[in-house]
């Protein structure tokens, strides 16, 4: 009965398209992990804007921005992380199911990134030299992952 | 210039649907937070289950529910709420723009709902009926904004 359900379920998400794509598999932490990520985002937008020279240095807002991409990176994201939530279950996901093979480090990367983003937090409030030495580090944590484990989207 | 950009943005918008929704006004902040809503959701589903005896009471899964709730409350959204990024700006969005408005009490039902979260997670580990107990807290919380601030979704 489950299976027929779940069938008929994405029988329905191919039709109906996007208005039901909640019921797509994984939809929920997809939109979660997604939300997180743009979250991420627009915070390192702040930070990267003052190291670009497009926004003026200011050492509390970047102090900010770095404080909260780090607590949102700290945020226990291990829920959203199921096993086969990636793109070939759902399209809405960009993640590769290469993310979840035995020796894929994605555990060496997220820490990686954990590190980077704890060093722009001791660096972006200090001055813009500190804030733009730390920039690449984060870069790489971002890209750890993103390379090895994202849809590719030119 | 950058008024006929808008423009042509809008405009693409509208023929070319989600794929290009990116562009729509706030999709960033609408995508970050609702993103974080369906965290906090997802969270929240962990309690109720047990609350409602669909799961069985497990005290170190039920805290750290607890404390993912408490830890996504107190990460700093302010970025996510700019003034006019309602439902009539972008349809993606179910928030009224009431909530901007000044008394809306905004303030205080966010105090409320982090109040309401303190409380699970002071409570969620303890015992099933401490957990059953700060329930209806957090649901008041969820709903203090929910009841006032969101499209009605019947």
């Known amino acids: ?3 027929i359900l779940a069938g008929l379920t994405l029988a329905t998400v191919a039709f109906t398209g996007m208005a039901i794509a909640q019921d797509a598999p994984f939809a929920r932490e997809i939109k979660a992990r997604q939300g997180i990520m ?13 190291a670009k020279g497009e926004a003026e240095y200011d050492a509390a807002a970047a102090q900010k921005a770095a404080d909260n ?11 959203l992380w199921p096993q086969g939530s990636d793109n070939s279950a759902n399209p809405a996901s960009t993640a ?13 990367k997220a ?9 722009m937090q001791a660096a972006a409030g200090v001055d813009l030299a500190s804030l733009q ?17 994202r849809v590719p989207t030119n």
């Open 69 to 79: 991409l780090m607590a949102s990176i700290t945020l226990d994201a291990s829920m």
């Open 38 to 50: 743009m979250y991420r985002a627009i915070n390192l937008g702040v930070l990267g804007a003052m």
């Open 111 to 119: 820490k990686a990134m954990a590190d980077a983003a704890a060093a």
């Open 1 to 3: 009965m489950k299976k």
């Open 133 to 149: 030495g730390a920039m690449k580090g984060v870069g790489d944590g971002c890209g750890g992952c993103h390379k090895a484990f």
């Open 96 to 108: 590769l199911a290469a993310m979840w093979e035995e020796g894929s480090g994605i555990g060496d």
